[in-house]
């Protein structure tokens, strides 16, 4: 059990930390607002895997293999996409980061854990990771697995995941300190034109 703890540990890692649409929304509200924000979009980013976890270990993620309920996820994970990048790319024109008066209100982390949340839940493939588990388990020499391992692994999984939360938002906070006007800009349109990209992969995917 230990090992399959600390192998889930490091397939948690691996599976956070690759850049994506969650490490997009991460950069680009923590470098205008500072650590909650970004730690918010980690967290809700979180409970979204969670959820998707808990769906394809019960076996309820077959409901994905049906058309038109992943055509539906599909298309409200693009429009949130695209959403979320013409926000950046909208921020990127500005310019300057919010004024230090309006940051306070602006900072408050609701929406940020909302975007994170969403992020994965609305991303039909998501579930398939979680009902590839079994054939995981295998691999890493679980003939047969029980509950009890898939108990293990989630646990290693989301213990590793929370850490990420910390990590990754503390190094955004820390690359806001030296942020400069122009490195702001290119930050929010990098971000922005990568979700949109994002966007467009997941329809053609979806419709394909």
């Known amino acids: ?3 399959l703890f600390i192998a889930a540990f ?19 509200r923590g470098l205008a607002h500072g650590f909650r924000p970004a730690f918010a979009v980690q967290v809700g980013s979180l409970i979204g895997d969670a959820a998707w976890a ?15 309920a992943r055509g539906l996820l599909a298309a409200a994970g693009v429009a949130l996409l695209a959403w979320l990048g013409l926000q950046a790319l ?44 079994g054939g995981a388990l295998v691999a890493l ?28 938002a503390g190094v955004t906070a820390w690359f806001r300190r030296i942020l400069t006007p122009v490195l702001y800009r290119t930050v929010n349109a990098a971000c922005g034109l990568a979700l949109v990209a994002m966007a467009g992969a997941l329809g053609v995917q979806a419709w394909s």
């Open 54 to 68: 808990i769906v394809g270990l019960t076996g309820a993620g077959v409901l994905m293999e049906v058309a038109a």
């Open 90 to 133: 909208r921020d990127a024109a500005r310019g300057d980061r919010p004024a230090a008066a309006a940051e306070a209100a602006a900072g408050a982390p609701d929406g940020a854990f909302l975007a994170g949340a969403l992020l994965p839940l609305t991303n039909p493939f998501a579930v398939a990771y979680w009902m590839a588990l």
């Open 141 to 168: 020499g679980i003939e047969r697995p029980e509950p009890a391992h898939y108990a293990v692994f989630f646990a290693g999984f989301m213990t590793s995941s929370v850490l990420w939360c910390f990590i990754a």
């Open 10 to 28: 490091w397939v948690g890692l691996a599976f956070n930390a690759p850049p994506g649409a969650v490490a997009a929304e991460t950069l680009r």
């Open 1 to 3: 059990m230990l090992t």
